[in-house]
C-alpha cells in the first residue's frame, strides 16, 4: 500500500514537472487534512483537562486565601469580621466564600468556596473529605 501511494505522488510530480502545472494534488490535501484531524482528535480532551484542572485549583486558592483572612480576623482579635464573606466574580461564573461567624480559634477555621458547580473547605478545622473538591449541592 505505501509503494502504491510512493509510486503514484511520485508519477504526479513527474506529469505536473512535465505539463507545467503548479500547486497540490488532491491527495496530498487529503493527508493533510486527515493528519489535521489527528491532532483536534488529541488535543480536544486535553485542553478540557486543563480547564477542569483550572476551574478546581481556583475554587482551592480562594478557600485558602478565605481561611487565611479569617485567621488574620481572628489574631486581630477582631470579632465582628467579615473577612470570610467575599465574592469574586469570574466571567460566567462565582466564587463564593463563606462562613457563619468568625470562631474564637484560629484552629477552628473551616472556609467553604463553591463555584464551576463544585465545591472545596479549607482550613485547620476541614476534615481531608471536604478539603478535596466535590460537586456542589
Do not use: H, W
Request: aromatic share 2%; net charge negative; proline share 3%.
Amino acid at each position: 500500500m505505501r509503494a502504491t501511494i510512493k509510486n503514484y505522488i511520485e508519477s504526479a510530480n513527474r506529469r505536473r514537472e512535465e505539463e507545467g502545472e503548479e500547486g497540490f494534488s488532491l491527495i496530498e490535501l487529503i493527508i493533510v487534512v486527515v493528519i489535521l484531524g489527528i491532532l483536534v482528535a488529541i488535543a480536544i480532551p486535553i485542553f478540557g483537562n486543563i480547564q477542569s484542572t483550572a476551574q478546581d485549583n481556583a475554587l482551592k486558592a480562594a478557600a485558602a486565601s478565605g481561611a487565611t483572612a479569617v485567621a488574620a480576623a481572628i489574631a486581630d482579635s477582631d470579632a465582628n469580621s467579615t473577612a470570610a464573606s467575599a465574592i469574586t466574580k469570574g466571567s460566567t461564573t462565582e466564587i463564593v466564600l463563606s462562613e457563619a461567624s468568625v470562631p474564637a480559634t484560629v484552629d477552628a477555621v473551616c472556609v467553604t468556596a463553591t463555584g464551576f458547580n463544585k465545591k472545596v473547605s479549607a482550613g485547620p478545622a476541614c476534615t481531608a473529605a471536604s478539603q478535596s473538591v466535590t460537586a456542589a449541592p
